[in-house]
């Protein structure tokens, strides 16, 4: 069923496009809401007729998505996350986080907007998408950084785990110069 959409709705399309949807969806979610007309001669003739007054809706929801461009370009967002003893997240990140991370900064953005390529489970920075309107992208990084108290427990880690391996060759070089001496020393006593 062809239908004309009076509002934007999400993962469908924008104000005054033509889309095409199962007759369940229009009827009982689209038309209640009004969020859609069908899109028969009459009401594409009603439409033409309120194309100047959807022009203005557009517009304006165009220049919100311009005005928020302009917040996210070239921002980072710093994410602190716990790591594992190799260096990889526990979990991954998600838009969620990128979500409440944004808006500690007073950008509220959608998270279906937003596009990163494959999973974030490391640290580092990345590149983030955010598609605000059919032709407004807008791009930020995102920087997944170590809390301060866990990176200083890791190297405190690491160094206990040289020290102990350090231990352990001092040891085991120790018996193998003991073993190698009471080797030598029944060597001699046998010879005598």
Do not use: C, H
Request: aromatic fraction near 4%; proline fraction near 1%.
């Amino acid at each position: 069923m062809k239908v004309i959409l009076t509002e934007k709705v999400k993962a469908l399309g924008t104000i005054g496009e033509i889309v095409n949807v199962t007759a369940g969806f229009a009827r009982n979610f689209l038309f209640p809401k009004r969020l859609a007309i069908l899109a028969d001669e009459k009401n594409s003739n009603v439409l033409k007729d309120k194309q100047k007054g959807l022009a203005k809706k557009i517009l304006a929801e165009k220049a919100t998505a311009q005005a928020l461009k302009t917040k996210l370009d070239g921002i980072t967002v710093e994410l602190i996350k716990k790591v594992g003893a190799n260096g990889r997240l526990f979990g991954a990140v998600t838009s969620l986080d990128i979500t409440k991370e944004l808006e500690k900064q007073g950008i509220s953005l959608e998270r279906r907007l937003r596009q990163f390529d494959g999973s974030i489970k490391s640290l580092g920075t990345y590149d983030v998408k955010a598609k605000l309107f059919s032709d407004v992208t807008a791009e930020f990084k995102l920087k997944v950084a170590i809390d301060a108290a866990m990176a200083e427990e890791l190297k405190r880690q690491q160094a206990e785990a040289q020290r102990r391996n350090a231990e352990k060759k001092a040891k085991a070089e120790a018996a193998k110069a003991a073993a190698a001496a009471e080797a030598e020393a029944a060597a001699n006593g046998t010879e005598e």
